[in-house]
């Protein structure tokens, strides 16, 4: 059986996209407060990545990974 994924990624981009409202914030940051709310690593990334395809963000890497919203 084939699970549909696309409503939990699209969920968590909303989760990313409220988060980096008030702050910008690094990946593991980011991923960890996905994780306290039930989200794996991949569902994460995944939204991220469709947040960044739709260039609503601004990702950075200088020592770490930077997040904000554009």
Same mark, same amino acid.
């Not at 990624?9 to 690094?26: D, R, T």
């Not at 709310?37 to 990974?65: F, P, Q």
């Given at each position: ?10 969920? #968590? #981009? ?5 988060? %980096?409202? &008030?702050?910008?914030?690094? $990946?593991?940051? $980011? ?15 995944? #939204?991220?990545? /469709? $947040? #960044? ?9 200088? &020592?770490? /990974?930077?997040?904000? %919203?554009?």
């Amino acid at each position: 059986m084939i699970e549909d994924y696309s409503i939990d990624i699209g969920l #968590a #981009a909303g989760i990313i996209y409220h988060e %980096l409202s &008030n702050k910008k914030m690094n $990946l593991s940051t $980011l991923e960890k407060s996905l994780h306290e709310k039930g989200y794996n690593t991949t569902t994460a990334l995944m #939204a991220l990545g /469709w $947040l #960044a395809r739709e260039d609503k963000v601004h990702i950075c890497k200088s &020592n770490k /990974w930077s997040i904000s %919203l554009k």
